[in-house]
Nanobody
Framework: QVQLTQSGGGLVQAGGSLRISCAAS????????MGWFRQAPGKQRELVAG???????NYADSVKGRFTISRDNAKKTVYLQMDSLKPEDTAVYYC???????WGQGTQVTVSS
């Protein structure tokens, strides 16, 4: 059973930055693309950013230029650096292995105006 453990997040003012992390328990991480999703109250969960095994990234239009996804295969960890945060970025953020249905526990990110 793969476990994904998230850390980071919290409360920040608009324009600020946060970084969230997701550490995998197994080396399956190294052969899987990883993604960050978010779900705001009353909205569907959406894919925010993804990173392939070789580091190729893609982003939702809403976060492009502000968020950066990266991975450290040696640490089996994926990161999401969030800059220039906006109140509409407020949501619970989840990491996930894109090829398998393994999810992190979720991390609240709240951006105040």
């Amino acid at each position: 059973q793969v476990q994904l453990t998230q850390s980071g997040g919290g409360l920040v003012q608009a324009g600020g930055s946060l970084r969230i992390s997701c550490a995998a328990s197994e080396t399956i991480f190294n052969i899987n693309a990883m993604g960050w999703f978010r779900q705001a109250p009353g909205k569907q969960r959406e894919l925010v950013a993804g990173v392939g095994t070789l580091g190729v990234t893609n982003y939702a239009d809403s976060v492009k230029g502000r968020f950066t996804i990266s991975r450290d295969n040696a640490k089996k960890t994926v990161y999401l650096q969030m800059d220039s945060l906006k109140p509409e970025d407020t949501a619970v953020y989840y990491c996930k292995t894109l090829a398998f249905n393994y999810w992190g526990q979720g991390t609240q990110v709240t951006v105040s105006s």
